[in-house]
């Protein structure tokens, strides 16, 4: 609700106080909306999945689940992903590349895939770190933009191709 996302804010811009206030205007309305139409939404329906599924372990009858593009998971799919490997002998594949996380504006929480030994317990992870797509000058200036991110996973990005290419 508005007072805990306040609460761990803490001190504010006045800038980021009246956006926080912007919003809360426009999420009561949309609130409001969803409700005079009996109605949800995704992040409410994968929530409601969740809880179905976390009061009855039953109903995670898969043994394996894969998710592909793990970068752009939300918590609430986190969530429901969780709750579908309750009971033993789950196996969770997951495959995604955090320096590709680029919908956050759908929700998507890059921390769901940099803590994931938090959250779904022991793992074991292979870096993919060759690039098909671009030369390895290309690949070195995208390393040093975005390995300045602190919540980035550090890796060594090479390129395959041997042709080092232009300047950037």
Known sequence: DRQQLLDRAGRLSARTRFFLDLYWDIHEKWEQA????????????????????????????YDMILVDEFQDTSRARARLLKALLQGEGKYLLAVGDD?????????ADLSVMTRFEEQFGPATTLH???????????????????S?????????????????????
């Open 99 to 107: 320096w590709q996380a680029i919908n956050r504006f759908a929700g």
């Open 148 to 168: 300045r991110n602190p919540s980035q996973l550090p890796k060594v990005l090479r390129s395959a191709s041997a042709e080092q290419g232009a300047p950037v």
């Open 128 to 146: 993919l770190q060759t690039t098909f797509r671009c030369t390895q000058t290309i690949a070195d200036v995208a390393s040093a933009f975005v």
């Open 34 to 61: 969803l409700a005079a139409e009996n109605a949800v939404d995704f992040d409410d329906m994968l929530l409601r999945a969740a809880d179905v599924v976390e009061a009855d372990p039953s109903l995670a009858r």
